[in-house]
T-cell receptor, first 111, second 112 residues
Framework: GQQVMQIPQYQHVQEGEDFTTYCNSS?????IQWYKQRPGGHPVFLIQ?????EVKKQKRLTFQFGEAKKNSSLHITATQTTDVGTYFC???????????FGTGTRLLVSP | NAGVTQTPKFQVLKTGQSMTLQCAQD?????MSWYRQDPGMGLRLIHY???????DQGEVPNGYNVSRSTTEDFPLRLLSAAPSQTSVYFC???????????FGEGSWLTVV
């Protein structure tokens, strides 16, 4: 079945450093979504990318969808303690209601 | 704005007991789903529904039942709880365009 892997599993940075998480799918994706989950919380939708090579920015967050639509990345510039949490990518299998989630990257930011 | 509401938030069950996790959404979304989250394994789809009266299996459906009698409600039933079902359960609903999934706050279930 379709698999979505993320690396790294965990990263600990100092506040102000940059952070990147990578997402790789075993199959081509029609779109990819990114979610953030704070410790003890629930996943919250961040963004959806649809087009090959698409790049979207949300303040300090930059999201990219690969040309082959099999990989994606999330880059955070100058991390802040509020960025702490686990970041998940997710791609649809047959229909958007059947999302396959990546394993997640847990980010810890020290002040 | 309630969004997606799950109950209970915490539950401890004995092996073999049954229970129902409740989920309700007030956004008139047709699409609803249940996920479980285990350490290091991300979120895995249990069951989903594309509308009232229609349900289907996800990635890990064994040991769980669902029904969708109304657009608003999508309960998840554990038939005979097992320790392997100890997990955090999230209910979610998806808007019609499929662009955004809204998750409930989660239900922490421990089976002893």
């Amino acid at each position: 079945g379709q698999q979505v892997m993320q690396i790294p599993q965990y990263q600990h940075v100092q506040e102000g450093e940059d952070f990147t998480t990578y997402c790789n799918s075993s199959t081509t994706l029609s779109n990819i979504q990114w979610y953030k989950q704070r410790p003890g919380g629930h996943p919250v939708f961040l963004i959806q990318l649809v087009k090959s090579g698409e790049v979207k920015k949300q303040k300090r967050l930059t999201f990219q969808f690969g040309e082959a639509k099999k990989n994606s990345s999330l880059h955070i510039t100058a991390t802040q303690t509020t960025d702490v949490g686990t970041y998940f990518c997710a791609g649809p299998t047959t229909g958007f209601q059947k999302l396959v989630f990546g394993t997640g990257t847990r980010l810890l930011v020290s002040p | 704005n309630a969004g997606v509401t799950q109950t209970p938030k915490f539950q401890v069950l004995k092996t073999g007991q049954s229970m129902t996790l409740q989920c309700a959404q007030d956004m008139n979304h047709e699409y609803m789903s249940w996920y479980r989250q285990d350490p290091g394994m991300g979120l895995r789809l249990i069951h989903y529904s594309v509308g009232a009266g229609i349900t289907d299996q996800g990635e890990v459906p064994n040991g769980y039942n669902v029904s969708r009698s109304t657009t608003e409600d999508f309960p998840l039933r554990l038939l005979s709880a097992a320790p392997s079902q100890t997990s955090v359960y999230f209910c979610a609903s998806t808007d019609t365009s499929g662009n955004t999934i809204y998750f409930g706050e989660g239900s922490w279930l421990t089976v002893v």
